[in-house]
């Protein structure tokens, strides 16, 4: 069944990253580095089913083939920037329902990047991915890499930064909404693009970015292990930090079903009608009133209770 699955990354200098390397690994190329002069070399990578990069439509009859060629694109991505804090680009990483045919997935995958690239005025970066032959992988994992430059593209070369590298004072002062919108916006639209996609196979089954809470969905979230984590025991090593992940899931799961299967509180015991003869009267102001006595007796020093007991002759009668 499908699966909604977006996860949006940034790569940096301050972290190590390279958009040459990504660029690399992604098409399954082998490209060099010009700024570092280091190589690159994934050209054995045998599940790469799809590749290509899009630039905005309007460059669609100039050659640009510093951009059109993944080595250049990527180099000139890094010569860029001159910062030792600089952000070199950003993934789109998203999960492709394996009910659809692979054109049907390549189309997706290029109609859904095709309108970032008009959106934000990158180059993006496409490479789809089959499912690894790895040891406990899932057959069904098609995925596709979406990495997109951090600056427009011109004719000449990358341009300014895009809209998405500004923070939220900047994007305020020309009347755009917090950077996060943008998140908020290409969820939505990666599940529209993928249900259309979908209903046009006439498949009955559907994605959706909301919460599981937003969908009316009472269950615990499936647990995110993380890629470090995934990788050791992919190779066969322990993960502590994997088990402990699972064990707090376990105990959430445990302690919703808990709460789910426990008998609904009782009712509290209705109150007494209120009584409607006269001798009920006197009889519930008698009782009322031992009760009181009773109450007080135990909280207040021993007296002289003399006028105690005559009113309560007097309220027997």
Known sequence: MAVYFLNLRTFGRSSG????????????ERIRDERTGRIYDHSDRQDILHKEILLPS???????SWAKERGALWNAAEGAESRINARVAREYLVALPVELSPESRTSLVTGFARELVERYRFAVDIAIHAARNFPGS??????????????????????????LE????RRREIGLGPAINELLHVRERWALAANTALEQAH??????????RAQGIDREPRPQIPKAAFEMERHGYYSP?????????????????????QPAPALAEPAPA?????????????????RYRQARAQTEPARDDSADRTRKNDLSL
């Open 58 to 64: 309007e460059f669609a009859d100039d050659e640009m």
């Open 274 to 290: 209120e009584p409607q003869s006269p001798e009920e009267i006197r009889k519930r102001s008698v009782e009322n009133w031992l």
């Open 203 to 212: 498949l009955s089954t559907r994605i959706d970015h909301r919460t599981l």
């Open 241 to 261: 930090v994997a088990e402990r992940i699972r064990a707090e899931h376990q105990a959430k799961v445990a302690a919703r079903v808990q709460r789910d299967v």
């Open 166 to 169: 500004w923070n939220d004072a």
């Open 138 to 163: 899932d057959p069904r994992n098609f995925h596709a890499h979406l990495l997109a430059t951090t600056r427009e593209v011109k004719l000449e070369g990358l341009g300014a930064k895009t809209t």
């Open 17 to 28: 990253s390279s958009a040459v390397s990504a660029a690399a690994y992604r098409a399954g």
